[in-house]
């Protein structure tokens, strides 16, 4: 990937983005840091005119940045960006919001209020300001050691797409990583397992396994030191606290020579695989810094949480990774939790570049170990003697078809027309175009059933608890770039403003 772009076409005709040409001319910046260079591809091939937009969003409506990329841009409309980049800074630093913490945990518990409308702490003097807000009294230091219960999730699927872990498969994360050996976990995009682990560590005497958050989400910069949170972009490996930011991590990922440290990272299902990928590079980059000539060729140990249906995805830019058949719940994601709303099988893996065979799954939970592949699997994942492997995804028995030669769902048989297996009642399509998202033909990705379903079962999931809890979300003042900007202050629009 490195020296010439890496151009990663998708492949029904999109938008592919083209990665690793900062050095022929530094991208743009938008409030999300260093924007991306896009182009349309149109079978294969680049269509049309090179543009950049913004890494993190994908709605414009979340950032609006776009500037082609042999553009002219006057000094009046680069004077507009910079204003507006500057103003959806947020309106308190890191360190700030660290003195006010300092200030508020001396307060007596009557006096520790948070509002839920601003998702912020507030001392004493300021109470008056959010007298018709939603306001939490009494937190207690339980409370705050689990800031991803008091904040409320940003669910915007476009942007930031903040789906938590439930508890059990959060706690299964921890015992594997302490059972592997870990003392060090980077949690990129992983708030939930970073509140677990320091938890842990403050209950637990013998657990001392330390945590580095990355995230977007810059209100958690109300709840953990700089040592312990860094506003973070995983699309664009950009640091929002600059060098000094990037400098902790670096120190994170080079104690002890780099021993015992992994990565895991839970990215939005939406955003796009290949700057991902080239991020998690940079970090195993910045890892390997410290280790001498000869370790060159090891790895830095990695939990990508991702659904199955981008296994090819994964495995194109990472080929030395495997998929594991631990199905990840979620407490906020109507189809991918348990219990008696949600849906039994979560379509959430673990792609993981540990060896399989390292990787015990709780039998209690429906896995079993196959001696033959070594590794555990779903209980109801077969062994297929043809194929020979354990060769479902979903967890539920797959059949081998002789014709494709491979093992395929339960609900599929073979259409002689499209020549492949099928759902049965499927339009035939002789342009074998298949979605980029779940890998099935007959749609293309802005239709994928298996993507598409699960938002909307998510909407719905969330208007209901709303009604539930009886809280105007609506009236929470999110930002429009709702991640990265928490709090802030209001953006004046100009009527110049073109671009962002
Ligand atoms: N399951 C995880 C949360 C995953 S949701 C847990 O429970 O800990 C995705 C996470 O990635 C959210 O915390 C979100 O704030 C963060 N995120 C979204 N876009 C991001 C970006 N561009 N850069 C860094 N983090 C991002
Ligand atoms: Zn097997
Ligand atoms: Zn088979
Ligand atoms: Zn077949
Ligand atoms: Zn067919």
Redesign the pocket.
């Given at each position: 990937m490195e020296g010439a772009a890496a151009v990663a076409a998708e492949r029904s005709p999109g938008v592919a983005v083209l990665l690793g040409q900062e050095s022929a001319r530094p991208a743009p910046c938008c409030p999300?840091g260093p924007t991306l260079l896009f182009v349309k591809i149109s079978q294969g091939k680049e269509e049309g005119r090179r543009f950049y937009a913004c890494?993190?969003c994908r709605d414009r409506k979340d950032c609006n940045f776009f500037q082609w990329e042999n553009e002219k841009v006057s000094e009046a409309r680069l004077l507009a960006r910079k204003e507006v980049n500057r103003n959806c800074r947020p309106s308190l630093s890191h360190r700030q919001n660290m003195e006010r913490y300092k200030e508020f945990v001396l307060l007596p518990l009557s006096k520790r209020k948070f509002c839920q409308e601003c998702q912020k702490l507030l001392l004493p003097m300021e109470w008056d300001k959010h007298s018709d807000h939603q306001v939490l009294h009494d937190l207690s230091v339980a409370h705050l050691q689990r800031p991803?219960q008091l904040l409320c999730p940003?669910e915007n699927k476009k942007?930031?797409?903040?789906?938590?872990?439930a508890d059990r498969s959060?706690q299964f994360l921890l015992d594997l990583i302490i059972a592997l050996g870990f003392r060090r976990v980077l949690?990129?995009?992983?708030?939930?397992?970073?509140e677990l682990i320091r938890l842990k560590a403050s209950q637990e005497q013998e657990s001392d396994v330390k945590s580095l958050l990355?995230?977007?989400?810059f209100r958690y910069s109300q709840f953990y030191t700089e040592e312990e949170f860094c506003h973070?972009?995983?699309?664009n490996h950009y640091f929002f606290g600059g060098e000094a930011a990037h400098e902790i991590c670096r120190k994170f990922l080079h104690q002890e020579k780099g021993e015992g440290v992994i990565l895991v990272t839970?990215?939005?299902f939406g955003?796009l695989v290949e700057p991902l990928a080239f991020s998690f590079k940079k970090l195993i980059a910045a890892w390997r810094e410290v280790q001498g000539e000869d370790h060159s060729s090891k790895d830095l140990p990695i939990f990508w949480?991702f659904p199955y249906f981008f296994e090819s995805r994964i495995l194109e830019f990472f080929p030395g990774f495997s998929m594991m058949d631990y199905q990840v719940d979620?407490d906020n994601h109507a189809l991918y939790k348990h219990g008696r709303t949600g849906r039994k099988q979560s379509p959430v893996r673990i792609f993981t570049n540990i060896s399989p065979s390292m990787i015990v799954l709780p039998v209690e939970e429906g896995y079993r170990f196959c001696s033959v592949c070594q590794r555990y699997v779903s209980s109801g994942n077969q062994h297929c003697d043809i194929c020979n492997s354990c060769t479902s995804k979903d967890g539920r028995r797959w059949n081998h078809c002789f014709l494709c030669k491979k093992c395929v769902k339960p609900s599929w048989i073979h259409c002689n027309t499209c020549n492949r297996c099928a759902l049965p009642g499927h339009t035939c399509d002789r342009a074998k175009t298949s979605c980029f998202i779940c890998d099935e033909a007959g749609h293309k990705r802005s239709t994928c059933p298996n993507l598409s379903v699960a938002e909307r079962a998510c909407q719905a999931d969330r208007k209901r608890r709303l009604k539930k809890n009886k809280i105007k979300m609506d009236n929470v003042k999110r930002p429009s770039v709702k991640?990265a900007t928490f709090p802030r202050k209001k953006i004046k629009k100009k009527k110049n403003t073109l671009a962002c």
């Open positions: 999300h890494s993190a991803s940003l942007t930031n797409a903040q789906y938590l872990f959060c949690c990129v995009g992983t708030p939930r397992l970073h990355l995230d977007i989400d973070y972009n995983m699309f839970d990215p939005p955003g949480i979620y991640h």
